[in-house]
């Protein structure tokens, strides 16, 4: 998952997410498409679930939307706001974790989310079956997800029904015209590069297969995402923004990047002894996963997405600099130093992105290397 920093920031009701179940039927995963190219659309059940967000105590999340907040609070009234912050509290983002969760149920209303939910049991089924069903490609960590929120499923469907009542919906097809009209003016803007070409880049810097059935790609356009971008199963997306092209390829890369994780046996206790080591490097992990309820994969997905946004000409170096400084609150500038030896070691015929952090960064790197270098750049 990103969260979009610097100017895209000033656009934020204009935001984009990866298509298939919002307004299409379960069996959309079966047939893959004739065309290479991107689908654009609004997604109801992303953005019911990350209103919660907008009109909850996280000023993080709820400070793009003031309207929103204060006019959905006063609707909605003290008791149910209570209910939000209090999941929230509990199961972190919400927003994403419940949308990934969601991503293979049907859903065309809120009323469609109030029944899935209201029965704790059934909902469990019905998710756990999605889940295995469609091979989730991080189906342990959604299974986690499903346990954290299951306890708070009735809460969730009450939730619901006081938007519903207070005519939620309404308000959000409103917003899903304005979006569409956005999707239509840039879509003849997103040719440039097609889903497949990044997808295939992708494949070849992490050393994965890179064939698969789908050659188009589904992006939804989640109002309520702001500042988030995560990746759905297959090659799917979702994202707040495409106020530039640039932006939208880039935030896609990182997405797709996903794939790869620091966790990986290999990697990850040469990770946690930089993290160890190094005081400056400690700090900015716990606001990244303490408060932007973010990974330690954070730091290396930013520095190869910045990486290949430059090789295929999405970004300048300049840019990518820029961006990797200011990225999550500027909490990542680990990711810069990443990048820099990406630029300067890294050969696709030699490594892939995980072989080169082992037997490359890892052993050039130390952790006085690590402070000084985020201690210079504060």
């Known amino acids: 998952m990103i969260r979009i920093a610097g100017s895209i920031r000033k656009s934020f009701g204009k935001l984009l997410l990866i298509q298939v179940l919002c307004f299409?039927?379960?069996s959309t995963f079966s047939r893959p498409p004739s065309t290479n190219e991107w689908h654009l659309s609004p997604c109801l059940k992303f953005d019911a679930f990350y209103f919660l967000h907008a009109v909850s105590k996280d000023q993080f999340y709820n400070r793009m939307y003031g309207r929103d907040n204060t006019l959905w609070r006063?609707?909605?009234?003290?008791?149910?706001?209570?209910?939000?912050?209090?999941?929230?509290?509990?199961?972190?983002?919400?927003?994403?974790?419940?949308?990934?969760?969601?991503?293979?149920?049907?859903v065309f209303s809120l009323d469609d989310l109030i029944n899935i939910l209201q029965d704790s049991a059934q909902f469990n089924i019905k998710i756990r079956s999605a889940l295995i069903t469609h091979h989730n490609y991080r189906l342990q960590a959604s299974l986690n997800d499903l346990r954290s929120i299951l306890p708070y499923s009735r809460k969730l469907s009450f939730i619901f029904q006081q938007m519903r009542d207070q005519r939620w919906e309404e308000d959000w097809k409103a917003i899903a015209i304005r979006l569409k009209t956005d999707i239509t003016r840039k879509q003849s803007e997103l040719v440039k590069y097609s889903p497949s070409y990044l997808t295939e880049a992708v494949a070849g810097f992490l050393g994965i297969n890179a064939q698969q059935n789908d050659s188009s790609s589904t992006v939804y356009y989640v109002y309520y995402a702001f500042p988030n971008a995560f990746k759905l199963p297959y090659n799917m997306m979702a994202t707040w923004n495409i106020e530039e092209p640039k932006y939208f390829f880039s935030v896609y890369l990182h997405e797709m990047l996903h794939s790869f994780s620091i966790y990986s046996p290999e990697l990850i206790d040469l990770h946690k002894g930089l993290v160890s080591g190094s005081k400056e490097l400690s700090g900015n992990r716990e606001i990244l996963t303490g408060q932007l309820y973010e990974s330690d994969d954070e730091f290396y997905i930013l520095a190869a997405e910045a990486y290949l946004s430059v090789k295929l000409g999405i970004r300048t170096d300049k840019e990518a600099v820029e961006y990797l400084k200011s990225a999550n609150g500027g909490t990542v500038v680990y990711s810069l130093l990443i990048y820099n030896y990406l630029q300067k070691s890294f050969d696709n015929r030699c490594y892939t992105y995980g072989s080169f952090l082992k037997d490359v960064f890892f052993p050039a790197v130390s952790t006085k290397e690590v402070d000084r270098f985020l201690s210079e750049a504060k």
């Open 74 to 106: 006063d609707r909605l009234g003290a008791s149910t706001i209570d209910s939000i912050n209090s999941i929230i509290d509990s199961v972190g983002s919400i927003g994403f974790k419940a949308s990934y969760l969601f991503t293979y149920i049907p």
């Open 24 to 26: 299409g039927t379960i």
